[in-house]
């Protein structure tokens, strides 16, 4: 079960539920810790049946929702400790203290129950049968996750029947409450919704963390669908690709479609068995579960839909690559070939998918799609390919033209980074990476007809500074759309200039026309050279780490004000922070992403007069990283890409929504591939050592 929503009436009484609890607390040691670190809805799940036991004593019901916490607070601890899981890896030491706390737990729970329900009451026989079923429910999943029974055996009878008893221990809330009123004819039925529900949730919970649970080994009627055994003993490559066809199956083969249907099934049946109690506070839980799964469905419709068609039309393309000139090329045809087979696959793998629930006050899909963004990007890297094998990608750039322009907001504002999210307005980021793609495939019109009036209102939002507003809404005579999204922008997504972005749009007016747009560049790039740290490298408000900025601002400079001290000191910078693995990181983990941001910025340092052999020693450790950590099919791994601060808006302490793609990864390998591959070739390289035995490190 997710947390919920508490009323402010709820509330209160999970409140004393802690407050109790917390008292209890002071008879264990401190590490043997029982209660939660937040106030949650199990604080007064008994409360959710109260219209259905309108007779027992509010301190009755206070005492049985203290012992009801503790008791589901050591189910929950239990199953961490019984889940073969990362997260179980990475907490593997605190599993004694785990133990001892379920201990004291139960034990505190019994104390409270004791006190309500005597000897001989049906509430001690009903918690037996619950805790029976619940111990073979465990020990049957166990039997499946060790491999004593293959996952073809899971049937569907068998996998609800291990929902229901994993979870049945929230029977017990309704069977204290009947013994309490000593009446047991609402038993059967609030069991019925209890079952319903859980059911329900446990399928929802295997769709989404399918994946982890594949990597895990832990079976589920959804994989179970699927494979017939669990996986063992594989490589990376080898998970990586069952990975894949795993997920094609369970979204294009009909398995996560009827396993919405099975749950949609049990909580409508679960509705119906318990409408004699229109205000049961169990009843909300239900239907926002329902609305959830209803969610889910109808974007899972929406999206299949959408990819079918959309491979269906894609089309065909065989590209024969030639034979590299340098390891660098090498390097850059493997990982391009990946690229050419993700776009015969839609490029879904790079595509952004996030959740925008409607209780945050988001109208349309709950589940939005954004790839816009990534496939701009990923066109430009095609165009410096193309360079190198004689336009023969025109095809496969036309195509992503195309695409790119059918994505334009209607608003007549650019282009979003979701679509189809009518509280996200179009942003200069997206701006200015499609600026760029339709200026190197050479279609001006398009930039004139598409981009100019967006400028235009881009540029209203100049601050005195230099800097831009990343988000493009006219300052006046706004739609009630565009009233929409500044509403938004102002509580959620924030307010301010970006340096990354604004060096980002800068770059494609610098590309477009240097001469016309020639002040709004001088004052950007002056403000950007007061956006500097004092250790080199510039921050980006949307991006993970310090690379991505410090590579767009460079790569700026470079056109406009190639001679500014700012490329030096970042430069400094990048080969001060390079690992001894020869790769860029956090700290000192190296991963594909950072490395070829920071080989794109050291190659774009070697095109101006600081060139430094360094530069090039530093890019020989690099390429040896990425041949290092490539996968087997040409890709590397999926780094940590985009990050969103949801406390943006507010200044508050927040969480960082996070994107990453094996294909964006590959793709900007590709690109710093192909720039150092240009300076070799072009011998800006080779009196610096970078050649020397660089053809020996594949």
């Not at 000593?182 to 994946?211: E, F, H, S």
């Not at 000192?588 to 910025?601: M, Q």
């Not at 390998?669 to 035995?693: E, F, I, N, P, T």
Request: with cysteine; aromatic share 10%; glycine share 8%.
């Amino acid at each position: 079960m997710v947390e919920l929503f508490i009323s402010s009436s709820l509330h209160e009484k999970a409140q004393r539920t802690v407050e109790t609890i917390n008292e209890l607390q002071s008879s264990w040691p401190g590490q043997v810790v029982l209660g939660a670190s937040t106030v949650s809805i199990y604080d007064c799940f008994p409360f959710l049946f109260a219209e259905a036991f309108s007779s027992i004593a509010e301190v009755d019901l206070n005492r049985f929702a203290v012992a009801a916490r503790l008791y589901a607070s050591s189910i929950f601890l239990h199953d961490k400790l019984f889940d073969l899981t990362a997260e179980q890896a990475s907490t593997a030491h605190l599993g004694p203290v785990n133990a001892l706390r379920i201990l004291a737990m139960q034990f505190e729970a019994y104390r409270q129950l004791h006190e309500l329900f005597p000897q001989h009451s049906a509430f001690w026989q009903d918690l037996h049968c619950y805790l029976s079923h619940f111990t073979r429910a465990c020990v049957e999943e166990q039997k499946f996750v060790a491999g004593g029974r293959a996952w073809r055996e899971l049937s569907e009878d068998l996998a609800l029947d291990i929902a229901r008893g994993k979870n049945g221990i929230a029977r017990a809330t309704v069977a204290g409450l009947a013994a309490l009123e000593g009446k047991r004819t609402a038993l059967q039925p609030l069991n019925q919704a209890i079952d319903g529900y859980n059911v329900a949730r446990q399928m929802l919970d295997d769709l989404c963390d399918w994946k982890e649970d594949l990597k895990s080994g832990i079976p589920s009627l959804l994989l179970a669908r699927v494979l017939d055994q669990s996986p063992v003993g594989l490589t990376d490559e080898e998970q990586a690709r069952l990975i894949l066809a795993v997920g094609r199956e369970i979204f294009y083969g009909g398995h996560a479609k009827y396993l919405m249907e099975l749950a949609l099934g049990l909580l409508d049946e679960a509705g119906r068995v318990t409408a004699e109690w229109p205000s049961l506070g169990w009843r909300k839980v239900h239907a926002d579960l329902r609305h959830e799964c209803t969610l889910f469905l109808q974007d899972l419709h929406r999206i299949v839909g959408e990819n079918l068609r959309r491979v269906g039309t894609q089309q065909s393309f065989d590209l024969k690559l030639p034979s590299p000139l340098s390891a660098w090329q090498e390097l850059a045809w493997r990982g391009l070939g990946y690229i050419m087979e993700q776009w015969h696959l839609g490029f879904g793998e790079a595509r952004h998918v996030m959740e925008f629930p409607p209780e945050l006050g988001f109208n349309g899909p709950q589940y939005q799609r954004g790839d816009v963004f990534q496939r701009a990007l990923i066109a430009d890297i095609l165009c410096d390919a193309n360079e190198m094998l004689d336009d023969k990608l025109r095809p496969i750039l036309e195509n992503e033209i195309c695409y790119l322009l059918s994505r334009r907001d209607p608003g007549h504002c650019g282009w979003k980074y979701f679509p189809e999210l009518q509280e996200l307005p179009a942003d200069a980021d997206d701006l200015g990476q499609i600026m760029q793609v339709l200026w190197r495939v050479g279609s001006h019109e398009e930039i004139d007809k598409y981009c100019m009036g967006p400028l235009s209102i881009f540029e209203e939002n100049c601050h005195p500074d230099g800097s831009y507003e990343t988000w493009i809404i006219p300052k006046s005579d706004r739609t009630r759309a565009q009233s929409r999204e500044a509403d938004f922008v102002r509580t959620m997504w924030g307010t301010g200039a970006d340096p990354e972005v604004i060096a980002n749009l800068l770059y494609a007016l610098a590309l477009l026309d240097r001469d016309r747009f020639c002040q709004q560049i001088a004052r950007g790039v002056k403000y950007l050279q007061g956006q500097q740290s004092q250790e080199g490298y510039w921050r980006s408000g949307w991006y993970h780490g310090p690379y991505y900025g410090t590579y767009v601002c460079l790569r700026l400079f470079f056109r406009v004000s190639p001679e500014v001290d700012a490329i030096q000191i970042a430069a400094d910078f990048l080969r001060r922070r390079q690992n001894k693995d020869g790769g860029w990181g956090s700290e000192e983990s190296s991963n594909a992403l950072d490395t070829s941001l920071a080989l794109s910025a050291l190659a774009i340092v070697q095109g101006t007069r600081f060139a430094a052999p360094q530069n090039c020693y530093a890019a020989t450790a690099g390429l040896a990283f990425l041949v290092g950590c490539r996968n087997g099919d040409g890709s590397w791994p999926k780094s940590e890409f985009i990050r969103m601060d949801t406390g943006r808006a507010t200044g508050a302490a927040s969480t960082i929504l996070s994107y990453g793609s094996q294909t964006v990864t590959t793709g900007f390998v590709v690109k710093a591939a192909l720039a150092w591959h240009g300076l070799v070739q072009g011998g800006d390289a080779s009196s610096s050592g970078l050649l020397c035995g660089v053809s020996d490190v594949t």
